[in-house]
C-alpha cells in the first residue's frame, strides 16, 4: 500500500485523512480520534494536504471559532487515484494465488472489515458515553 501511495507523492497518514474526509468535513479533534493519533499529529499531516490544495479548512457555520476540515475537489481526484493505484497493486499480488488461496483470503478480508467496524461503532459508541 505504501508503495502505491508512494508513486502518487502520498504518505498512508495522509491518505488516512483523505479517506475519511471522503465521508464528512471533521474537526481536528475528532480526525484525531478517527485515526487513533494526537492532534498535533493531524495538524501537521493536514497542514501538508492543505498546501497540495487537497484539503481546506472552514469556519464551522455553527461556530465561527472552530474550523472543520473539507476534502477539495482535487483532493477527492487524488484520493481516488490512490485506491484504483492500491487496487491495481493488490490485483497483481493477489494473482499470484491460486482460487482457494484467493478465497480464503477474501473471506477472512471480509471477517476483518466486519471486526474494524464493529470496533470503531464501540468507540464511537464510548466517546459519547464520556461526553
Do not use: K, N
Request: proline letters at 1%.
Amino acid at each position: 500500500m505504501e508503495v502505491s501511495l508512494g508513486e502518487l507523492d502520498l504518505t498512508l497518514s495522509q491518505y488516512r485523512v483523505l479517506m475519511f474526509l471522503s465521508e464528512r468535513a471533521e474537526l481536528a479533534s475528532r480526525l484525531a480520534d478517527s485515526l487513533a493519533v494526537t492532534r498535533p499529529s493531524v495538524t501537521a499531516v493536514v497542514d501538508g494536504l492543505v498546501a497540495r490544495g487537497l484539503v481546506e479548512r472552514r469556519a464551522c457555520e455553527g461556530d465561527r471559532r472552530r474550523v472543520e476540515h473539507v476534502l477539495t475537489e482535487a483532493g477527492r481526484r487524488l484520493l481516488s487515484a490512490a485506491d484504483d493505484q492500491a487496487d491495481d497493486r493488490l490485483a497483481t499480488v493477489a494473482a499470484q494465488l491460486d482460487d482457494r488461496q484467493a478465497r480464503d483470503l477474501l473471506s477472512g478480508l471480509h471477517h476483518w472489515r466486519g471486526a474494524l467496524d464493529r470496533y470503531a461503532v464501540s468507540r464511537r459508541a464510548a466517546r459519547t458515553v464520556i461526553r
